[in-house]
């Protein structure tokens, strides 16, 4: 049987972003890990325009080239984790304009956040995305990782330095997000897609 697809979201787009090292970082944790098939999503270069679909999303009848695209980029997830720093005690806009385009291609899937930022370790960001996440009909995680003073944990040729332990850590999630896909999977080939 094939492996369940991952795929790692990197929330940030700005340029000279820290959020592409740490997604590379989970990335490679994640291919280490084996349990998933697993692609980098990166929302710098799906290039959504801010949400220009005419109709609501949970009809999927979507107009524009971007965002079959991007519904067809999704569908193909069976699990997702979201790279997202805090901005402003929250997480950036560019992950929640993905969220909003699209309905079912989420729906019943499990999620999990990589959150990084200051003293708060992305935390506000994750507990922020958790209810837009649950909107969507997602399954979050109970467990994240979360990194604190991102901006000294990047090397001087940008990669990320894990602190001790925590490569310990994004795997125990990544086995706890393996378990939910299984056990979602099971479900979700009870209930086919409206
Ligand atoms: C617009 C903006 C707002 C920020 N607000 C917060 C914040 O509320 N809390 C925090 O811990 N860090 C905050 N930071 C620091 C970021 O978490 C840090 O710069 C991080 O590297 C941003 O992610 P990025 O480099 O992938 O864009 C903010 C940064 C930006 C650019």
């Excluded at 999927?60 to 997830?77: A, L, P």
């Excluded at 969220?99 to 922020?128: C, H, M, N, T």
Aim: net charge negative.
């Amino acid at each position: 049987m094939s492996q369940p697809h991952l795929q790692i979201v990197v929330g940030s787009t700005r340029p000279g972003r820290r959020g592409l090292a740490v997604a590379t970082w989970i990335h490679d944790l994640a291919v280490k890990h084996a349990g998933f098939d697993v692609q980098l999503v990166d929302l710098a270069e799906v290039g959504l325009p801010f949400l220009d679909e005419p109709r609501p999303p949970q009809r999927g009848e979507y107009v524009h080239e971007h965002t079959r695209r991007w519904s067809e980029t999704v569908r193909s997830g069976d699990a997702y984790m979201f790279v997202v720093p805090e901005y402003n005690h929250s997480y950036g806009a560019a992950t929640k304009n993905a969220l909003d385009y699209l309905a079912k291609e989420w729906a019943g899937k499990p999620v999990s956040f990589v959150g990084y930022g200051g003293v708060a370790a992305g935390a506000r960001a994750i507990q922020a995305l958790v209810p837009v996440v649950s909107a969507l009909g997602m399954v979050p995680l109970a467990h994240s990782v979360n990194i604190p003073f991102i901006r000294h944990a990047i090397t001087p040729d940008g990669r990320f330095e894990p602190a001790p332990g925590l490569d310990e850590n994004a795997t125990g999630v990544i086995d706890e997000l393996l378990r939910l896909t299984t056990a979602l999977s099971a479900v979700r080939l009870a209930t086919p897609a409206g």
